[in-house]
């Protein structure tokens, strides 16, 4: 709720990977009044989100579901609640939230982590085969 309160009118794009986190993501949101749609394999509220005007909605997003194929570059800040293992699916969605030539400038990420948790090390692994791909196709 304090990172919320702190972004204060910017959309908001939150990544999770189990339904449980969904619904204690959405109890948080109505507890404090936010506007928020969820993007599921369960449900897809995703029109509702892009038509969502009011500048503070926020888009609960299944990483499974939400890593291709939809546009979510409405929103200035992403979270990842928790994190999906497989790089590939990581950087589609990043690419929901950050396409080349968009109106937006910067997206800002942040990323839910713990010592010694599952989602520190995942996140790690994701940075490292990051590095290494970089290498292998030369990018500094």
Known sequence: ADLLDEVGDEDVV???RFSYEATLISRLLSSIG??????????DEY???????TQSAVAIVQVQSGAESIDLTKAGITIFYSLIQTYGQYQQAIGRTSRANQARKAVAYYYLLIENTIDLK????LHKNKSLIDEIIGVT
């Open 122 to 125: 995942i996140y790690e692994a």
């Open 34 to 43: 936010k506007p928020h749609y969820t993007i599921s394999g369960e449900k």
């Open 47 to 53: 029109e509702a989100f892009t038509q969502d005007t």
């Open 14 to 16: 939150i990544f999770y």
